[in-house]
C-alpha cells in the first residue's frame, strides 16, 4: 500500500493550492481518510478527514472556511484545496487512511489511521 502526496509548493499569503494524495495497491473507497500537518517544532495535527462516501467531513477549527477536502473513489484519491493561506499554514502535510475499526470520536488521533504518505511541504510566505 502506498500513499502518494503531491502539490505542495511555495506560495503568498492569501494564495491557494491543491494537494492530491494518491492510493495504490488497495481500493480506499470504504475507508476514511484524512489530512494532517506538522509544523516546525509542533505536533502533527489533524486537518480534515472525510468518510468513504464523502458525505462526512471534518475540519480543525484553524482551517474550517479555507479549507477543503475531497475525494474521488474512482481515482482512489483524497485532495486538500487550501485557500486565504496564512503563514501559520507553513508545514508539511501529510494524507493517511483510517483504520477498518476507525470511529469518528477519534478523528484526531494518529492511531486512528493505519496509513501514511510520504508528506508535501506547503511554506506560505507573508
Do not use: H
Request: hydrophobic share 35%; net charge positive.
Amino acid at each position: 500500500v502506498q500513499l502518494q502526496a503531491s502539490g505542495g509548493g511555495l506560495v503568498q499569503a492569501g494564495g491557494s493550492l491543491r494537494l492530491s494524495c494518491a492510493a495504490s495497491g488497495r481500493t480506499f473507497s470504504s475507508y476514511v481518510m484524512g489530512w494532517f500537518r506538522q509544523a516546525p517544532g509542533k505536533e502533527r495535527e489533524l486537518v480534515a478527514a472525510i468518510s468513504g462516501t464523502g458525505s462526512i467531513t471534518y475540519y480543525a477549527d484553524s482551517v474550517k472556511g479555507r479549507f477543503t477536502i475531497s475525494r474521488d473513489n474512482g481515482k482512489n484519491s483524497v485532495y486538500l484545496q487550501i485557500s486565504s493561506l496564512k503563514p501559520e499554514d507553513t508545514a508539511i502535510y501529510y494524507c493517511a487512511v483510517g483504520r477498518t475499526s476507525f470511529n469518528w470520536v477519534g478523528v484526531k488521533k494518529e492511531l486512528n489511521y493505519d496509513y501514511w504518505g510520504q508528506g508535501t511541504q506547503v511554506t506560505v510566505s507573508s
